[in-house]
């Protein structure tokens, strides 16, 4: 038996032999450390080909908001939705789409990559609980979407009849462009632990993400839906992602803003839960 406070062996005390002390290392609650290399792997893995992760979304958000903008705009002057010029209502929602779809790429691609590969027992196998894979995984995606939609909210300034200066609620657009890369970011780590094979991956991009982003009033005020699709539209959390994200923007909102908060942040919680869930017992990440 060995004692666990000197390390040392009742055998080896009887033969006149004493190890030296063995020192376990405690890393708390969570192991920071860690926690940084990997959020900081996440981060490097995409900042690599920036050109494919960083500035192809953005040509693409700014190709979107050129060819509606045109094709609307139409020729007896600025299209308006409500009081707001449509350009000024549009530029926003696609900000946000395009930090939904990336912070949901990145989490969902590097889990789907590492099992394929065989090399997610590398992530695996270090000191590391669910806590800490959690919010690595996380932390990445969610840096890849925040950095995508200010790459491309710079680029809109000079395209949109937006005044920087004179954004409505700055904290309202924070939060949701933190909150909305959490939430595609955990939802990109649910799809990428659960799918076997890249054809499961896509179904998932095809079939859920990218309907639920669209029909979210990216392109529209759900006020202008039949009232049965607008009640349809709430039960969609995208739709309070894009439409707080814009209220901080133009200050209008289809919806309460304090309401939209807490089902975001309930969304979010509930997903954190799934993932450390998921870590926790290693499902289908362990043999």
């Not at 924070?174 to 659960?194: K, Q």
């Amino acid at each position: 038996m060995t004692d666990l406070v000197t390390g040392t062996s009742e055998a080896e005390t009887t033969r006149g032999k004493t190890l030296p002390n063995i020192t376990v290392r405690s890393f708390g609650v969570c192991n920071w450390r860690g926690l940084h290399t990997l959020y900081s792997k996440e981060v490097k893995r995409f900042m690599k080909v920036f050109t494919q992760t960083i500035m192809a979304p953005v040509v693409t958000t700014l190709l979107f908001y050129t060819i509606f903008t045109i094709a609307l705009g139409g020729v007896r002057g600025p299209r308006m939705v409500g009081d707001v010029p449509f350009a000024a209502f549009l530029a926003p929602g696609l900000i946000m789409m395009a930090i939904i779809q990336n912070a949901f790429a990145n989490t969902s691609s590097s889990l789907m990559i590492s099992k394929i590969q065989g090399n997610v027992i590398d992530v695996l196998m270090p000191p590391m609980g669910p806590l800490e894979l959690t919010l690595g995984f996380a932390g990445g995606g969610m840096t890849r979407g925040v950095i995508v939609g200010l790459a491309a909210g710079i680029f809109m300034i000079f395209m949109v009849p937006i005044d920087p200066m004179g954004l409505h609620n700055i904290g309202l657009i924070f939060y949701h462009a933190a909150a909305a890369s959490l939430m595609l970011a955990l939802l990109g780590m649910i799809g990428g632990i659960w799918a076997d094979k890249f054809d499961h991956m896509a179904a998932i991009t095809n079939f859920v993400i990218m309907p639920l982003s669209f029909l979210s009033g990216t392109f529209y005020s759900t006020q202008r839906l039949p009232e049965i699709w607008q009640i349809v539209a709430h039960f969609n959390p995208f739709f309070y992602l894009i439409d707080g994200f814009r209220n901080g923007f133009i200050g209008s909102a289809d919806a309460n803003p304090l309401f939209g908060m807490a089902v975001v942040a309930g969304v979010n919680i509930v997903l954190l839960g799934i993932v450390y869930r998921m870590f926790a017992t290693g499902y289908k990440l362990k043999a």
